[in-house]
C-alpha cells in the first residue's frame, strides 16, 4: 500500500497537524519509504498468534473508589496558555 | 581537590560519608564542570542552587548520622521526567515553558534517596531519534572526537545524558530507553547505561512516548554505580498501570562477577552480512572475557530479529499518535492561534508549530497505521510479531542465562550524516529494539575502541526481572575489558 498527497493531507487532518501543500508533497516519498519497509511484516505467518498486549505478565489492579487527590485547581491551571474564571479557556466553538 | 568529578557515584557515596570530603565540595566542583561544559549542549537547563542545597542537607544529615543511599551525588536528569517547578521540555518546543506542579516518581524517589539535581539533560525530541539531533534546543556534541576533528553525536535520545557523563559534567543521570535510548548512547560514549524489566521503574510523570516500550533507566560510568542508581529508582508505584508488584533487590550488594554455572547464548542472527569489523571482533572478545569469567558459550536462535525494527516502527508510531494527541494548545505547552481561527484550526496550528520534523512523522505514520481499513494490515500484525519476537526470547532462554551482543551495529557518526534518511537512522537500533519489544533488562558496557579510536559498547540481555544476573555479567566485562580512555578536553 502505499499513500499519495491526498491521503498524506487528510492522515494529516486527523492527526491535527497543519500541512502546507508543499510540506505533504515532500511527506509522500518519506512516509511510502517507511511504509514499504514495514510492510516486510506480511510475510510473517501468523497464523494462530495472539497480538501481543503486555510484555510483563502483570494484571490490572482495582483500587478502592476513595478521593485520593484533588483540590488543586491552581496547580492544574497553572501552565495553561490561557486560563479564565478557574477553566481553561479556548476559541468560541458555537456560532 | 580537583579531582572530585572524576570520582564515580560509589565514590562520592563513600568519601561523603567518611568525610573524605564534604557534599557541597562536590556539588561545586560539578557546578563548575556543568558551567564550563556549555559547548556541549547537554544540559537544557541547569540547576546549580539544587544540587547545592541537596549537598548541604547531605552534609547536614552526615553531622546528624542520618545518611540515605545517594546521599551527597549530584546527578543529571533526562528533560523527559517531570520535576516540581523546574521547566521540562521533552526538548520540544511545543513544552517550552512548561512547569511542572508535580514531580515524577523516579525523580523523586531519587532525591529522597537523597541525590540532587545538577539540571535537566537535552535529549531527542519526545526522545524520537537516535542521534539527538531532533532536540528543539539544538544538537548535544560527543565529548569523543575522531581524527578528522568533525563533531560526533553522543547517540539518543539520552545524549545529554550520555554526553555529560562522559565529560564529567555529572556521574550519572537518568536515561528512558524505548528502542535502545540508554543502551546506544552508552556505547557511542563509552559508559554504562541499564534499561531494566518493563515495569521496573514508574513511568508516572515521565513524558510518554510509546507506553508499552518507554522505561526509565540508569547510566553511569560503571556497573556498580548503575546497580546503585537502579536500585533508588526502582519499585512499585500504584500511579503507574503497568508497574510491577515485586521487591526490589539489592543489587549492588549481590554484584558478582564470578559466572562459573552460568551459560551465555550469542544470537546468530545478530551475525549479518557485512557487520563492521570493528564490532565482529569487539563481540568475539566479549565472548573470550565471559569464558574467562566461567561461563560457558552456546549459540542461540532468534529468528525473527529481521522483523523486530519493522515491528517497532509501527508500534511504536502508533502508541505516540495516540499519546501525543494530549498537546493541544489547551492545557499546557505551546497555543499558536491564528488571527479568527476556531479551536480545530488552533489544535493543527498549535501543533504544526510545535512539534519538529520527526516527532510529525511518526505521528502520522502512526495515525497511518492505526487508520479505518489498514489497522489489521499494519497494526494487529506487528502486535502478533511482537508475540513471536517474545516467544524466541523465551526459547533461547531455555538454553541460556543470558544473551552477549554488540550494542550498536557502528562507533558514533559525525553530525548531519544520517538526518535526511530516516531508516538509515532507524538502523541504530538493530541490536536494542527486540530486547525492548520483549519488555527485557538489556545493559551496555564499554568493550573497547574502534579502529577510529572510538569506544564500542557491548550488550548483556537477561530473562524478565534478571537484572541481577545482566549486571554480574556485564561486571565481568567490565573487569576484563578494563576500559579506561575517556574524550580528551576540548570544551
Redesign the interface.
Known sequence: MSVDIHTVKKVASLSRILVTDAEAQALVPELNNILKWVEQLGEVDVTGVEPMTAVIPNHLRLRADIVTDGNVRDKVLANAPQAEHGFFAVPKVIE | MSNLTDLTVAEIRDGVANASFSAREVATAFNAAVEGGRALNAYIVETPDAALAAADAADADRAAGTLKPLSGVPIGMKDLFCTNNVQTTAASHILE??????ESTVSGKLWAAGAGMLGKLNLDQFAMGSSNETSAFGDVISPWKRADGKALTPGGSSGGSSAAISARLCPAATGTDTGGSIRQPASFTGISGIKP???RCSRWGVVAFAS?LDQPGAMARTVRDNAILLEAMAGFD?KD??S??VPVPAWEAELSSNLAGKTVGIPKEYRPDGLDPDIEKLWDQGIAYLKDAGAKVVEVSLP?TK?AL??Y??IAPAEA?SNL?RY????????D?PEG?????????T??AG?GDEV??R???G???L?AG?YD??F?????????I?RDFDAAFAKCDFLLTPTAPSAAFALGVNQDD??AMYLNDVFTVPAS???LPAMSVPGGLSSDGLPLGLQIIGK??DEQGVLNAALALEERAGFSARPEKWW
Not at chain 2, 97 to 102: H, K, L
Not at chain 2, 328 to 335: E, N, P, S, T
Not at chain 2, 380 to 388: F, M, P
Open positions: 515553558g512548561f512547569v511542572p506542579q508535580y524489566t518493563y515495569g508499552s500504584a498501570s503497568t510491577l508488584d525473527h522483523y519493522p515491528t516502527y509501527i499518535s494527541a493541544d494548545g489547551v492545557r499546557y505547552g505551546l497555543r492561534l481561527a476556531g479551536l480545530q484550526d488552533m489544535y493543527a496550528a501543533r504544526a512539534f510529525k512523522r505521528i502520522m505514520i495515525t497511518y497505521v487508520s489498514f494490515a499494519y494487529t500484525q506487528a502486535c502478533k510479531v511482537r508475540t513471536l517474545s530516516p531508516l519489544l520483549a519488555g524478565a526481572l
